[in-house]
Structure formats: structure tokens, C-alpha cells
């Protein structure tokens, strides 16, 4: 039986049961697109000699696919765990369906990829996880163990969904540990970040974006971003900070950030999680309502007549120099109702019943 221990040289050997030849193909590539090491890719086109081959336990991780002729992948990975085949497996689905994963779960999957969503990063990041789990698991796996195995395969399939909703949720997240290194994000991230950064990359510290910016436009190095202050225990957390991204084609985003630190049973900090979301389109807003407003102001001022605004019921909220220069109140005097105010007292009834008829 092939196991982790002696793959530190060679290359990771995956077999592949599929009887489609331009997935063959494709994951091919996917795999010699992964530099971290190096992978040797064997192909079973069908669903017997992908069991004859499995069972041999030659390699490392088997990817298996969901349709296999007029069988099935889950049932595939259900007769290989039947006969004692320890080599983790994980299946390969043609669309999203957690109903489908936790299915495959419960067979004995280690854990599932969607075919048309598979990047190199993340079928090297899934094999890795399930060659790291499933030596753990062999290490303790114990006659009395395997009730907590079937715990362990239920809580699996819980993680897997909670993955399903991590990457495909609409908020960027990301996870960082104490000393920077960026060890989860999802695909939201990655959207607003314009690039994919390599986990576990000591060169990708703390953000995953190209460059960063205060919200005055000074530059921010990563080692000074909120995310690195929480990591190190500077700040306890970050609530809806504003921080601006550069993306590698040079356009640039705003950002509201919150963080909170990932802590041990001991309350020692182990890193941080970073939640953000795009306001770009509201400060563009902001921006526009603050110059249309400078531009009211400035043409009311310039007129030579009264100008104010007020409520429905009455309550003004804007006037105009003209209005105090002609009335002789103040701003403070003539907001709210203070526009009755300029009337006499015998008319001040009627200017109201007038205003109310306006309105009506």
C-alpha cells in the first residue's frame, strides 16, 4: 500500500476512474499545472478496472468520478471501502449538489470536487487534505476507533458543506495564521482580489490583493494592514474598516473589512479570518450625491431669490443666504418651523392652513 510517508521525492501517484477521455485530458493538465510537487496521473476508463486497479493500493488518492456507464461512483468508493481499501478517495461531480456529496461521504469519500469549478490550486489543496487526513486517520485507527470514524464521516460531511457555502458565499473570506501566510479564501475573494494567490505561500502575506491603500490614497504595505494588526495582537479586532485594493491590471476597489482573531483552547491567537465586501459603486455614490449637493448649494446661493426646502408636514430643512438676509433670522432660527416665524402672529394660523392645503 502506497502512503504518505514515502512521497516526500516521489512524485504523488493519483488514479483516475473515468470513462470520460477529455477529463482524462484535462486533469492532466491540471495536475502538471501544480508546481508544488510533482504528480503522476494514472487513467481506469471504467468502473471494474478502476476497482481492480484501486484495490491494488498503489497510489496515493483516487479521483473518482459520479457516472460510470450505468454505475456509480458512490457506489464504486461503497464496495472499495467494503473490502478494506484504505487509499482516500474523492469524487468528481459534473455540478454543485451537497445532497450528491454527503451521499459519497457516508460511502467513505474523503471529500468532492466539481468538475467545471476545479483549478489546479484546488485539486492540489483537495488530494493534499485527503492524503494528510487519511494518514492520520490510518495512524489512529484502532478496532475501538471505528465508531469515531463514523462520527469523524459524519462531521466530514458537515465540513463539506460548510466548504460548499464558504466558497460560493457572497462575501470575500480569508484566513491568515500569526505570521501572515494566507491559508484559506474562497472564490469571492479571489473576484475582488483579480488574482489567486498560492496558499501557504510565505511570499502572500496577510492580503491576497497586488497592492493596498489607505482610504486617503497613501500606500499601505501588507505589514501594516489591519489583518497583520489583529494577527498580532495590536488591535482585538476590525469592524468595517475602509481599505482600497489594487488589482494586478491596475484598477482599484474600496473595501469594508472586518476582522476577528481565530484563537486556541488556551485563547492564545493562531491567526485571524477576514470578512470583506465591495462598496466601491456606494462611495461612487457618495460621491456623486456630495458634488450634486455642492452644486445645488452653489447655484441657490448665487440666485438673487429665497430659496428653501421643506418636509411634507412643514419642517424645513434649507435655506438659502437671500432667505436670512431678507428675514433677518438666523439659520438656527429658521430651520424646522422657523419659516412661520417671519409672519405676524394674527397670519401665522393661515400660513399654516395654506401650507397644509398645498400639500394635501
Known sequence: ???????????????????????????????????????????????????????RGEHHVCLVDYQLGDRSGVELIREARASSLTTPMILLTGRGNDEVGLEAMRAGATDYLIKGETSPTLLERTIRYAIQLNSERLRALTTA??????????????????????????????????????REFNRRAVELWGREPQPEDTNERFCGSSRLYRPDGTFMPHEQCPMADVVSGNLSRVDDAEVVIERPDGSRITVLVSIVPLKDDRGEITGAINCFHDITARKQAEKALRASVEEFRTLTEAMPQVVWISRPDGWNVYFNQQWTDYTGLSVEESLGYGWNKPFHPDDQQRSWDAWHHATA
Open 1 to 55: 500500500m502506497t502512503t504518505a510517508g514515502n512521497m516526500d521525492s516521489a512524485p504523488i501517484k493519483v488514479l483516475l476512474i473515468d470513462d470520460d477521455e477529455d477529463f482524462y485530458t484535462l486533469a492532466r493538465e491540471l495536475l502538471s499545472a501544480v508546481k508544488v510537487r510533482p504528480y503522476a496521473l494514472d487513467w481506469a476508463r471504467s468502473y471494474e478496472e478502476g476497482l481492480t486497479v484501486a484495490a
Open 145 to 182: 476507533d471505528q465508531e469515531i470514524l463514523r462520527t469523524n464521516l459524519a462531521l466530514r460531511a458537515s465540513e463539506g458543506r460548510y466548504r460548499t457555502l464558504f466558497d460560493l458565499g457572497p462575501v470575500a473570506v480569508y484566513s491568515c495564521d500569526t505570521s501572515g501566510v494566507i
